[in-house]
DNA sequence: GCGACAG
DNA sequence: ATCTTGTCGC
C-alpha cells in the first residue's frame, strides 16, 4: 500500500469514531497506559517491543497488571502514519491482557491529527476499547501556550473545531497533548487524564508503561 | 514554493 | 524513538 492507500484507510476509518462519552468518567477506575520503544530505531526491518501497563487509579496507582510484545516491523517511522508503525506490537501486547480496563492512554495523539486518526483513535476504533491520546509534542492544530503554572490548559483547534487540549501538568516543564481517541470526548479525555496525574507531568500510566519498557529493553539487549 | 511534521 | 553523567535552575 502507498502513502495515498493509507490515507484513505485512515479516512474510512475516521468514520467509525464515537467522539462522545460512552462511560461516565466516575466510573473509570482501571486505566492501562500503553507505550512502544525498538530495539534499533537506525534500522529497518527492526523489532518494536510494546507495553501495558494497567493501574487502579481509585487505589494508589496500584499496578493490577503487565504485559510486554515483542514484533519484528517493517515500516518505516512517517509523520502521521505512526500506527502503521506501532499498532501491530501494541496489539499483541492487548491480546496477552487478563484483565479488562476501562479505558487506554496511548503514547501520541488521538483525533490531534490531520484525518483524526492518531494512534489512540485507531487503536480505540479498532478494538472498540475507550481510549485517549497523550502526546509529548506537537503534531497539528492551533493553539495558545498555557501558563506556567500547574493544571494551566488552553484547546487546541484544527479546522476550527476542537480537538484537544494543551495541558501543562508542572510548573517549569514542558506541557503535553491531550485528545480523545475513541467512545470519550475532548473534554473527558482531559478530565481523565486530569485523574492520571500522580507526582511527574506524565500521567501514570503512560509513565509507568515507559518506564517498564526502558528496563525491558535494556533486559533483552543484554542479555539476547 | 516553503516549512512543519506524534514516536 | 536512542546514546548518556553530571549539572544547573526553579
Keep these: 500500500m502507498n502513502i495515498e492507500d493509507l490515507e484513505r484507510q485512515q479516512l ?4 467509525k469514531l ?8 466516575e466510573n473509570i477506575r482501571l486505566v492501562a497506559g500503553i507505550d512502544t520503544t525498538y530495539t534499533d530505531i537506525w534500522t529497518n526491518p527492526t523489532v518494536a517491543i510494546s507495553s501495558i501497563v494497567v493501574l487502579d487509579i481509585e487505589n494508589n496507582f496500584k499496578e493490577v497488571e503487565i ?18 508503525r506501532e499498532l501491530p506490537s501494541i496489539l499483541e501486547a492487548y491480546k496477552k491482557l487478563k484483565t479488562k480496563p476501562d479505558a487506554f492512554l496511548v503514547d501520541g495523539m488521538g483525533i490531534l491529527h490531520p484525518r483524526k486518526m492518531g494512534i489512540a483513535s485507531h487503536f480505540g476504533v479498532i478494538t ?3 481510549s485517549v491520546g ?6 497539528v492544530g492551533n493553539f495558545e501556550m498555557p501558563e ?5 490548559y488552553k484547546p487546541i483547534f484544527v479546522n476550527k473545531g476542537k480537538r484537544g487540549y494543551i495541558l501543562r501538568v508542572k510548573k517549569n516543564t514542558n506541557p503535553i497533548f491531550v485528545s480523545p481517541g475513541n467512545k470519550i470526548s475532548v473534554d473527558s479525555s482531559l478530565q ?3 485523574k492520571c496525574i500522580g507526582r511527574y507531568k506524565l500521567p501514570e500510566p503512560i509513565r509507568l508503561a515507559h518506564n ?13
Design 18 to 25: 464515537i467522539l462522545e462519552d460512552t462511560k461516565p468518567i
Design 134 to 139: 497523550i502526546g509529548k509534542s506537537k503534531l
Design 212 to 224: 517498564h519498557l526502558q528496563e525491558y529493553r535494556r533486559k533483552i539487549l543484554k542479555e539476547g
Design 148 to 152: 506556567n503554572k500547574p493544571f494551566s
Design 192 to 194: 481523565l487524564a486530569l
Design 12 to 15: 474510512e476509518l475516521s468514520k
Design 128 to 130: 472498540g476499547e475507550i
Design 67 to 84: 504485559v510486554f510484545a515483542e514484533k519484528e516491523i517493517d515500516f518505516p517511522y512517517i509523520p502521521t502514519f505512526l500506527a502503521y
